[in-house]
C-alpha cells in the first residue's frame, strides 16, 4: 500500500464556512492530486501539485484553493462552502506522469 | 486533451457470467491506459495497465489490450465472482493528470 491518508473522514459543515482537507503521504511522490467524485461525472479533478508550491487549476477548481508546503502534505481548502460541493473528495499521488496514481480512501463532506 | 468515454452501466451479471466493460480513448500519441477498480468505501486501486499498442494488461482474471485501430481498451473477465462487485474507470494521462471514465459500476448475483 502506498502511504497515503486523508483526514477527516467525514465531516458535515454548513454553508458559509472554511473547511480543510489534508493529504498526507510517505512516499516522498512529486504528484499529489486531489479530485471529486460524484454520480455520473466519475472523477473530477479540482487541483493538482507538481512539487512545493507548485500548484495548478484542475477542470472544477472554481471554489476551492490547495496548498503544498513541503512534499508530504497537499491541502485542499473550501473557503466558503456551498451545498454543490457536497461530495467525496479523494486524494491521489505518483512520483511521475507515467506510473499509476495510488488513492487514498477519500474525504466523504457533505454541506448543510 | 486526452479522453476516455467508458459504458456507464450499471451492470449486473450472475456469477460464472462474462464480463466485458467497454472503453475508447481519443489521445494525442500512444499514452499508457489502465483500469481502476473502486470497492465499496475505499478509494480506486491500479487493476492493470497496458503501455503500448497490442499489449495485454492483466490481473485477478481480467484483461484488456489496447488497440489502436479501434482505440479501444475493453476489459473482460471470462468468468466474474460475487467479489468483483464494484465500480470500474477507464482511465489515461492528459498532460498533469489522469482522465477517467465515468464508471461503470458492476454487481454480481449468486
Known amino acids: 500500500d502506498a502511504g497515503i491518508t486523508q483526514s477527516p473522514r467525514h465531516k458535515v459543515t454548513e454553508t458559509g464556512t472554511p473547511v480543510t482537507l489534508r493529504c498526507h503521504q510517505t512516499e516522498n511522490h512529486r504528484y499529489m492530486y486531489w479530485y471529486r467524485q460524484d454520480p455520473g461525472h466519475g472523477l473530477r479533478l479540482i487541483h493538482y501539485?507538481?512539487?512545493?508550491?507548485?500548484?495548478d487549476k484542475g477542470e472544477v477548481s472554481d471554489g476551492y484553493s490547495v496548498s503544498r508546503s513541503k512534499t508530504e502534505d497537499f491541502l485542499l481548502t473550501l473557503e466558503s462552502a456551498t451545498s454543490s460541493q457536497t461530495s467525496v473528495y479523494f486524494c491521489a499521488i505518483t512520483p511521475d506522469l507515467v506510473s499509476p496514481l495510488h488513492f487514498g480512501n477519500g474525504t466523504r463532506l457533505t454541506v448543510t | 486533451g486526452n479522453s476516455v468515454t467508458q459504458m456507464e452501466g450499471p451492470v449486473t451479471l450472475s456469477e460464472e457470467a462474462f464480463l466485458t466493460i467497454n472503453c475508447t480513448y481519443t489521445?494525442?500519441?500512444?499514452?499508457?491506459l489502465f483500469w481502476y477498480v473502486q470497492y465499496p468505501g475505499e478509494g480506486l486501486q491500479l487493476l492493470l495497465k497496458a503501455t503500448k499498442a497490442d499489449d495485454k494488461g492483466s490481473n485477478k482474471g481480467f484483461e484488456a489490450t489496447y488497440r489502436k485501430e479501434t482505440t479501444s481498451f475493453h476489459l473482460e473477465k471470462g468468468s466474474v465472482q460475487v467479489s468483483d462487485s464494484a465500480v470500474y474507470f477507464c482511465?489515461?494521462?492528459?498532460?498533469?493528470?489522469?482522465?477517467f471514465g465515468a464508471g461503470t459500476r458492476l454487481t454480481v448475483k449468486p
Open positions: 489521445a494525442t500519441g500512444y499514452p499508457s
Open positions: 482511465a489515461l494521462p492528459n498532460n498533469n493528470d489522469m482522465r
Open positions: 501539485s507538481y512539487g512545493v508550491k507548485d500548484t
